[in-house]
């Protein structure tokens, strides 16, 4: 059986991303991890501790789905960490009270913003203050020209690719969550279940996907919700268009099913969930093989 080695992407962009392409014929279907990334980036500067600040990544969720090449997806991973610049909120989410100098354009901060965890956090969990400084504006933009854009230009390459050559494609955002709720999120001190699968109320892929992707898992005897507590974010917002057949699905992964949160360590449940993860992520492939 081929292995996907993680330490041969097929195209990397340093300390931004790694592309894992499909091992054989290639399957309409693009997997992403942009919350695992680890290289923090030497101008970042924070006073909040590394082990706080390692709360906010879902760790090893890119191993989790490092299986999907071999059925024909593509996959990509980002490099740095979404507590320097996170690709999941809009360019424009940005709290302009942590910026230092005038903002180039309009800023429309949101929810997330105002919970400190926009476009560039301001807390970490479980509410850390990261920085005791504002950030330069050429700073912050800095960040989006040499992270966050190159994520999503090659996100929105691989996926119209994917398109042309298919007439359709199905792109997965994947993610892992906290057990429990932390008061930065919509659902403080609330357990979760095993895994949250979002597309935003229906606006971002088929019903019929999200069932099948849904009902695939429970099939294997994991809790499920849809929507709840995650609906999906920028990424499936901005890559998730039905009408047009390219479908984007919010998958997150509850971490207590594999690590331990406190020591931020694998437990003995890791392997198991990539072998449920591999088996959903060969099932996810042969549904868009079907489908397109």
């Known amino acids: 059986m081929l292995e996907l080695s993680p330490d041969r992407p097929a195209f990397t962009v340093a300390g931004v991303l790694d592309r894992f392409d499909p091992v054989g014929p290639p399957a309409p279907v693009l997997f992403d991890s942009p919350h695992s990334g680890d290289s923090y980036p030497p101008d970042f500067r924070p006073v909040a501790p590394p082990a706080v600040l390692r709360q906010a990544e879902d760790a090893w969720v890119d191993e989790l789905f490092g299986a999907a090449p071999r059925f024909g997806a593509t996959l990509i991973r980002a490099r740095f960490p979404r507590i320097y610049i996170d690709p999941n909120r809009a360019a424009d989410d940005l709290d ?27 807390f970490a969990p479980p509410g850390t203050a990261i920085y005791d400084r504002k950030l330069p504006a050429a700073e912050v933009r800095a960040r989006i020209d040499r992270y966050y854009d190159p994520y999503h230009d090659e996100i929105a390459r691989v996926r119209d690719r994917l398109f042309e050559t298919f007439g359709a494609v199905w792109y997965v955002d994947c993610h892992s969550m906290p057990g429990v709720g932390g008061k930065l999120s919509p659902d403080p001190d609330r357990p979760r279940p095993d895994f949250a699968i979002g597309d935003r109320d229906g606006t971002t892929c088929e019903a019929a996907f999200t069932e099948f992707v849904v009902e695939t898992l429970r099939g294997m005897g994991y809790d499920v919700r849809v929507n709840d507590p995650y609906k999906g974010a920028e990424l499936v917002r901005r890559y998730g268009e039905p009408e047009s057949r390219r479908h984007g699905l919010q998958i997150e992964v509850n971490r207590r099913l594999y690590m331990d949160e406190a020591r931020h360590e694998k437990h003995e449940g890791f392997e198991p969930l990539r072998e449920a993860l591999t088996r959903l992520a060969e099932a996810i492939v042969g549904y868009a093989r079907a489908a397109a």
């Open 96 to 122: 302009p009270d942590l910026v230092e100098g005038a903002w180039p354009g309009a800023l429309a901060p949101g929810e997330k913003t105002r919970l400190g965890v926009g476009l560039i956090w301001r």
